[in-house]
């Protein structure tokens, strides 16, 4: 059966209390952007893993790289960590996968100490499996042309050939709030990255943010004239290096951020041009 593996990064670097706090808002604002999606899946988190298991794996995986928070992504072929049915999953998950002539190597990790072998024992029982499974290939620890991963996690084996890269982050809604004005992509683009950042952000401007929406399927959108109801720790301008000095900080009572000072046009649009893939 294929699962999902979700995983983030610099959450596991928090204190007990506020990983536990970031974890279940990063799980609530998957439910959420599945639910926006109209994606059908069930999540659920264990060790620094969040495993989600859908009939549809690539509208999941979709939705998975707008969360904010999710450093990177594999869908897995599951197993029991008995070592032969390791080795046999792993052999059928491999075939068709290598081309003759190609080159091969497994990583894998092993978590917990319940088990009678080692990361390395692994590596090299399951590794044998795929070389036996598919003839004309040969192993290469150095440079392989395919790499198979396997992680193995209390009574479960999982196997995978890839890493989808996410943007990684953290989740919305843990950073507090923020007021943007956008009227242009750079505008938008400084948004993206408070979202990044963790902040919930109130929009305004002229620009259009149905891309940010994509993102954060809750965000605000402030209309002419109106205060958010709710307290606001800074506000975010889309200014460039050019132009940042002609901004008054001084006239405003909560901090100004400026995400996009040091990026060029170029970068701006590159990370608008991101945006549109992943709509």
């Known amino acids: 059966m294929a699962i999902i593996l979700a995983r983030y990064s610099e959450i596991g670097l928090k204190s007990t209390p506020v990983r536990i706090r970031f974890e279940n808002r990063l799980r609530d604002n998957i439910l959420?952007?599945?639910?926006?999606?109209?994606?059908?899946?069930?999540?659920?988190?264990?060790?620094?893993?969040?495993?989600?298991?859908?009939?549809?794996?690539?509208?999941?995986?979709?939705?998975?790289?707008?969360?904010?928070?999710?450093?990177?992504?594999?869908?897995?072929?599951?197993?029991?960590?008995?070592?032969?049915?390791?080795?046999?999953?792993?052999?059928?998950?491999?075939?068709?996968?290598?081309?003759?002539?190609?080159?091969?190597?497994?990583?894998?990790?092993?978590?917990?100490?319940?088990?009678?072998?080692?990361?390395?024992?692994?590596?090299?029982?399951?590794?044998?499996?795929?070389?036996?499974?598919?003839?004309?290939?040969?192993?290469?620890?150095?440079?392989p042309d395919h790499v198979f991963y396997i992680e193995v996690r209390n009574n479960a084996a999982y196997i995978f050939g890839s890493y989808v890269r996410c943007h990684a982050g953290l989740p919305v809604g843990t950073q507090g709030r923020v007021i943007s004005d956008a009227d242009d992509d750079r505008g938008l683009v400084s948004a993206w990255l408070m979202m990044k950042r963790g902040c919930r952000v109130y929009m305004r401007g002229k620009a259009d943010v149905s891309l940010l929406r994509r993102y954060d399927p809750g965000l605000k959108v402030l209309a002419e004239g109106e205060e958010p109801t709710k307290k606001i720790l800074g506000l975010v301008r889309g200014s460039s290096v050019r132009d940042v000095e002609e901004v008054d900080v001084t006239e405003y009572e909560v901090p100004v951020y400026f995400p996009t000072v040091g990026m060029t046009d170029e970068e701006v649009r590159h990370v608008i041009d991101v945006m549109k893939d992943e709509a």
């Open 32 to 143: 959420s952007m599945f639910a926006t999606d109209r994606i059908e899946a069930a999540v659920t988190k264990k060790d620094a893993r969040y495993f989600i298991e859908t009939e549809d794996v690539e509208g999941a995986v979709a939705s998975l790289k707008r969360v904010f928070g999710i450093a990177s992504v594999s869908v897995a072929e599951t197993c029991t960590s008995d070592m032969e049915d390791i080795k046999r999953t792993a052999a059928e998950y491999s075939r068709g996968k290598i081309p003759e002539g190609q080159s091969f190597a497994v990583k894998a990790r092993r978590e917990g100490s319940k088990h009678g072998y080692s990361s390395m024992d692994v590596g090299r029982e399951a590794g044998s499996a795929i070389f036996e499974a598919n003839p004309g290939v040969r192993v290469d620890l150095t440079n």
